[in-house]
T-cell receptor, first 111, second 116 residues
Framework: DQQVKQNSPSLSVQEGRISILNCDYT??????FLWYKKYPAEGPTFLIS?????DKNEDGRFTVFLNKSAKHLSLHIVPSQPGDSAVYFC??????????FGAGTTVTVRA | DAGVIQSPRHEVTEMGQEVTLRCKPI?????LFWYRQTMMRGLELLIY????????DSGMPEDRFSAKMPNASFSTLKIQPSEPRDSAVYFC??????????????FGEGSRLTVL
């Protein structure tokens, strides 16, 4: 039973435009959320995180929004660049070091 | 600093054979995780260790899977006997308690397993 869901398996966006990736979770005990980025033949790498006490965290072109009441978070990438083409995983934890991941969203940035 | 090191990077074997995947975590990290990536389910946690002790193995699919961590710098994931449905990419990850970026996992490059 997947507790973290990414319902869009893929996303195509034009270079310079905004990419919005969505993630839903079911476990109300989750209090820390992360996004990971993965290139082919490499391991996932940490991108950005947010604690449940916040509703927004920004790092350069990347912003994560958290809506606890809806159990929903999103990742905004603006502007999108060709190097952003990758698989993005949403992850969540419940104050342990155990992360539950979504199935991933493949982002393709078109030139 | 060296990252998480996994071996082999690729493994092709026949059904019924034993498979052993290896992992060296980042020095100083006291948590080690084994994940499996499939198209259908994404990244699934199989087992994780804290200070070499298995904490949660509820994700291990069945008794054919076993994992050990004999010391702080080495872990193995063994599948015996292997089956075609075990074909996946297996990732090892590590982190340390309370360190900078606590809660972030550092992943190896993965071991791609194909069972024929």
């Amino acid at each position: 039973d997947q507790q973290v869901k990414q319902n869009s398996p893929s996303l195509s966006v034009q270079e310079g435009r905004i990419s919005i990736l969505n993630c839903d979770y079911t476990n109300s005990m989750f209090d820390y959320f992360l996004w990971y980025k993965k290139y082919p033949a490499e391991g996932p790498t940490f991108l950005i995180s947010i604690s449940s006490i916040k509703d927004k965290n920004e790092d350069g072109r990347f912003t994560v929004f958290l809506n606890k009441s809806a159990k929903h978070l999103s990742l905004h990438i603006v502007p999108s660049q060709p190097g952003d083409s990758a698989v993005y995983f949403c992850a969540a934890s419940d104050s342990s070091y155990k992360l539950s991941f979504g199935a991933g969203t493949t982002v393709t940035v078109r030139a | 600093d060296a990252g998480v090191i996994q071996s082999p990077r690729h493994e092709v074997t026949e059904m019924g054979q034993e498979v052993t995947l290896r992992c060296k975590p980042i020095s100083g990290h006291d948590y080690l995780f084994w994940y499996r990536q499939t198209m259908m389910r994404g990244l699934e946690l199989l087992i994780y260790f804290n200070n070499n002790v298995p904490i949660d193995d509820s994700g291990m699919p069945e008794d054919r899977f076993s994992a050990k961590m004999p010391n702080a710098s080495f872990s193995t994931l063994k599948i015996q006997p292997s089956e075609p449905r075990d074909s996946a990419v297996y990732f090892c990850a590590s982190t340390r308690q309370g360190g900078p970026g606590s809660g972030e996992l550092f992943f190896g490059e993965g071991s791609r397993l194909t069972v024929l």
